[in-house]
């Protein structure tokens, strides 16, 4: 059988170099020169890299049994961060946790938390209204805000929002270090008595507290909202009986916290960035929307421009740019021999850029949307049983908020910015999204 193609010799070491300064120019280049399967090295790992559809699809659907997130360095190192949660657990314990949060997730349940979601962007509207002309604002960092207050809300019901940064200073340190030890030749967990070491550990330690308040008053109290956390909270082992622990649901509520606020912040970032560069696009958009709206669940269906758009900008800009899998035994991609626990990753920001399956890759066209596209060419929530659990929520989210912001504002960049990519855990724009706004109604 063919071996995998990729870098050797020389060129290892400075693959490695370039990976840490640019992670994603890195990978499309090492596609553009081996072609759609390559092997190489991270740090002390070797990695193989999937960037053909077929291959996405048997890693993440047809063949997932064989693909999981036990034994991988870098689920482990993020456990450091994100706890024993939904995003790192794995086996029978995932299992569980999954099937008690899936609930939370339901079609109908999401329907009903939209009135939030657009009442907490009208919210943040009225603020904006507030700044004087000419403003400069960071629209990254608003719809972190955003997000996170809505999160925090629709599942726990609670306003994050006095405590957002705490919570969000807390969350930068550990995503900031956990992509630094992601990048370092020899990662090592944040156990040591160094300054950067305790830092980190204070900030998981902070986040704890806060989270163990809201579970420890959440089991104190009698009239108990119907949300997740209440779900997770009164959920019971059918065999043995038992509860999750406090320590458990802590954890829970981080992952959930974490994964359910920084991707779609991103997400809509990245739309406003892309709908400012491309006018037109936005023009049709507003056409779509209408002025001053308070959209409801049920009027997205008439509104199928604001989907493909985000669907547009999640192809270029993909939140969670690379995620990846330990295989269980030994197995063959595209005739290409696959050993037992042999790290295999799909980087979304690569293959959504694949110019074999996307034509005029670089370019910003929603209506690509209308055609079919080959399974595990689109992957931006992966796929399979470890997809994205907020994926319908994630999607019903970034649309309302797009609506309801494109009914009556316009987000500019402000003239002269150049905007690049910040491969943290998720994809961000680096140094934040300076825009100034346009209000089409006085
Ligand atoms: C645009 C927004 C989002 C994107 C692009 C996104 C993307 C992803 C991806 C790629 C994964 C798989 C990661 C892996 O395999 O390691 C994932 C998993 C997950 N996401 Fe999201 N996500 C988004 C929004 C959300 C929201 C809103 C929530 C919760 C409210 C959420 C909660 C989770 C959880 C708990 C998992 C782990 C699921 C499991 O393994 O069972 N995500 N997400």
């Known amino acids: 059988m ?18 840490q300064r640019d992670p994603l120019t890195t990978l499309s280049d090492l596609t553009n020169r081996y072609g759609d399967i390559v092997r190489y090295r991270y740090g002390p790992f070797s990695v193989v890299l999937l960037n053909h ?23 482990k190192m993020m456990r450091h961060f994100l706890g024993d949660g939904l995003v790192t657990s794995d086996g029978d314990f995932w299992r569980r946790q999954r099937r ?95 300054p950067r070491d305790r830092l980190f550990r204070e900030s998981r330690r902070k986040l704890e507290e806060i989270a163990m308040r809201i579970v420890r008053e959440r089991r104190a109290q009698s009239n108990r909202p119907d ?12 065999e043995t009986g038992e509860g999750m622990s406090d320590h458990q649901l802590c954890d829970e509520l981080i992952t959930f916290l974490l994964a359910g606020h920084e991707t779609t912040a991103n997400a809509l ?46 192809r270029l800009y993909p939140p969670v740019w690379v995620y990846g899998r330990m295989s269980y035994a030994a ?54 049983p470890r997809q994205c659990i907020g994926n319908h929520f994630a999607m019903m989210e970034a649309r309302l908020l797009l609506v309801t912001v494109a ?3 316009r987000l500019n960049l402000q003239a002269g910015t150049r905007v690049g990519t910040e491969a943290l855990v998720t994809l961000r724009p680096r140094g934040g999204l300076p825009m100034t706004l346009e209000w089409l109604l006085n």
């Open 2 to 19: 063919k071996s995998i193609p990729g870098p050797r010799g020389l060129e290892v070491l400075k693959t490695i170099f370039r990976f």
């Open 100 to 194: 008690l949060a899936q609930p939370a997730f339901g079609r109908k349940r999401l329907e009903g938390l939209a009135p939030l979601m657009v009442q907490c962007t009208q919210d943040m509207l009225d603020q904006w209204r507030r700044l004087p002309p000419g403003h400069v604002l960071d629209a990254a960092q608003e719809m972190m805000k955003l997000t996170l207050r809505i999160v925090g809300l629709a599942l726990f019901s609670l306003d994050v929002s006095a405590e957002t940064r705490a919570v969000a200073h807390c969350l930068e340190v550990l995503q900031g270090q956990m992509t630094r030890r992601f990048q370092s030749l020899m990662p090592l967990p944040p156990v040591l008595p160094t």
């Open 227 to 238: 949300d997740l956390l209440t779900a997770l909270l009164e959920a019971r082992d059918p």
């Open 331 to 384: 197995d063959e991609f595209m005739g290409y021999p696959i050993q037992k626990n042999q790290i295999v990753t799909v980087a979304p920001y690569v293959l959504h850029r694949n110019p074999t399956i996307w034509p005029n890759p670089e370019g910003f066209d929603p209506d690509r949307f209308l055609l079919d596209r080959p399974k595990g060419s689109y992957v931006p929530f992966a796929h399979g």
């Open 269 to 314: 970032a990245w739309t406003f960035y892309l709908l400012s560069l491309n006018p037109d696009q936005r023009r049709r958009l507003e056409a779509e929307v209408g002025l001053n709206q308070t959209p409801r669940a049920e009027d997205l269906s008439r509104l199928p421009l604001s989907e493909r758009v985000v669907l547009e900008s999640m």
């Open 407 to 409: 009914s009556q504002v």
């Open 53 to 75: 559809p077929e291959a996405v699809q048997r890693m993440l659907q047809d063949n997932h049994p064989n693909y999981g997130k036990k034994n991988s360095p870098f689920y």
